[in-house]
């Protein structure tokens, strides 16, 4: 099992400069992978693939990309590069999206996503593992009149998508590499999560996925002044169905409920628990909410578990 960090510095002067910095404590840390999100801000694919030719040895990804207003051809430009850029150590995570940031923000109706998933997982596919692609579905087309092979990125980019509904959990163990599953806490995985996309992937002939699970949380003594911030911050995920089915099945009732807040031997026993429940990789998301001084503490720690990890 690999344990990682997701990388935050939006209220930074410079988020690249920043985000590198992040990065070269993460590795300093022992921290073997360093993950970015994707909103409306910096282009994750295009950070990622800095941080990983800044950081050497340290595997990026990005988590998650919405398919909604975005088109296979795109993406896979980007993520080609990545890979050439970090030599094979970029991972693309893919996400459904939401109702709100997709009709708020690109005004586009959010309608049908899982079958927009798994047409975007088809030719994204042709496209990274060829660098062509024929593809012509209902909602996507993808032909490639001239080459879309990025040289350097011959391997192939490593698909996994932020799936935990059934249906994309289907989706995704039989087209994509894995998923990135979040606030879904160990309870979820076991019983639910990893059993769906496990079988889905057997049925389809695919290898075993990867599971890795992005868990919001931090190392503190404060554990009361931060788990009231962090049910503050997580709130937003309430109002998500996906997400707060994965929080019922988690056994919580709100998203901070989820969260793994306290001192390092709480924490290590959360993430044994995750690897437990089937966890290939542990990613640590939110982990500067209670300061720079909690979250080199929580590093530190996450680092130590990522070398004691078979």
Known sequence: MTVGVVLNAPDAANQVDATVQL?????????????????????????????????PGLHVGTSAIPVFGRHPLVVSSQAQTAQAATHGRYHLGLALGTKLLTEGGFGIPFTRPVARLREFLVALRQLTETGSA??????FTATTPVSARVPGAEGGVPLLVAAMGPQALRASGELADGILPYLAGPRALAEHIVPAVTAAAEAA??????????????VTDDVETVRQKAGGQLAFYEQIPSYARAIELSGGKRAV??????????????????????????VFSGTEIAGDAARRRTWTLLGELAHASP
């Open 23 to 55: 990065g070269g404590e993460a590795a300093a840390a022992g921290l073997r992978s360093a993950w970015l999100g994707q909103t409306f801000g910096a282009d994750s694919p295009q950070l990622a693939a800095i941080v990983g030719r800044e950081v």
């Open 134 to 139: 024929d593809f012509h579905g209902e909602l």
């Open 205 to 218: 002939g695919r290898p075993a996925p990867r599971i890795v699970a992005l868990v919001p949380g931090v």
């Open 257 to 282: 409920d989820v969260a793994v807040i306290g001192n390092e031997k709480t924490v290590a026993d959360e993430v044994r628990r995750y690897r437990d429940a089937g966890a290939t990789e542990v």
